[in-house]
T-cell receptor, first 108, second 113 residues
Framework: RKEVEQDPGPFNVPEGATVAFNCTYS??????FFWYRQDCRKEPKLLMS???SGNEDGRFTAQLNRASQYISLLIRDSKLSDSATYLC?????????FGAGTILRVKS | SAVISQKPSRDICQRGTSLTIQCQVD?????MFWYRQQPGQSLTLIAT?????????ESGFVIDKFPISRPNLTFSTLTVSNMSPEDSSIYLC??????????FGPGTRLTVL
């Protein structure tokens, strides 16, 4: 079983749609969780950290369910500029472990 | 956040040669890392660059192939030695801030012929 698993997509959605990505992780001792965004031929950029209480940043909402070892990212009112690969990332001790990413394509 | 620069941004190299990639961070950071991202795949950690001591390598990566230096808190180098086409990849430097957020350099796109 992979340490961090994501649905690779692609998710093809129209502008204005709401889309949700899920991620599961294998190590129950993991302490920190993140969503990164990676544009084509660019480096990953931190989108948001994920807290046990859930957190929201504008159109983006991240949730963590420790019991199910599950992380989610919800994007509301999708924009064309949201098209990217979204990486679920889990801190396992000293290192970050990356999921393979979920591709989002927002179309007009 | 930390601003990270890398050079070269890209290179095309011949089989059997070596390439050294430089990474500079704009502020002192405790942890620096080197990652590889092969085409169509996610990031894999190569090693943690330790200041003033040998790097800590992940399973599948060895010092002879990927020697790493970190002479101070803001600078590190990764060498890809005796390259083969399988080493063609993007190599990314990363640093972690005091609040546990991790940032990446723009990457070095390496093609080995």
């Amino acid at each position: 079983r992979k340490e961090v698993e994501q649905d690779p997509g692609p998710f093809n959605v129209p502008e204005g749609a709401t889309v949700a990505f899920n991620c599961t992780y294998s190590n129950s001792a993991s302490q920190s969780f993140f969503w990164y965004r990676q544009d084509c031929r660019k480096e990953p950029k931190l989108l948001m950290s994920v807290y046990s209480s859930g957190n929201e940043d504008g159109r983006f909402t991240a949730q963590l369910n420790r019991a199910s070892q599950y992380i989610s990212l919800l994007i509301r009112d999708s924009k064309l500029s949201d098209s990217a690969t979204y990486l679920c990332v889990v801190n396992m001790g000293y290192k970050l472990v990356f999921g393979a990413g979920t591709i989002l394509r927002v179309k007009s | 956040s930390a601003v990270i620069s890398q050079k070269p941004s890209r290179d095309i190299c011949q089989r059997g040669t070596s390439l050294t990639i430089q990474c500079q961070v704009d502020s002192q950071v405790t942890m620096m890392f080197w990652y590889r991202q092969q085409p169509g795949q996610s990031l894999t950690l190569i090693a943690t660059a330790n200041q003033g001591s040998e790097a800590t390598y992940e399973s599948g990566f060895v010092i002879d192939k990927f020697p790493i230096s970190r002479p101070n808190l803001t600078f590190s180098t990764l060498t890809v030695s005796n390259m083969s086409p399988e080493d063609s990849s993007i190599y990314l430097c990363s640093s972690r801030t005091a609040n546990n957020e991790q940032f990446f350099g723009p990457g070095t796109r390496l093609t080995v012929l």
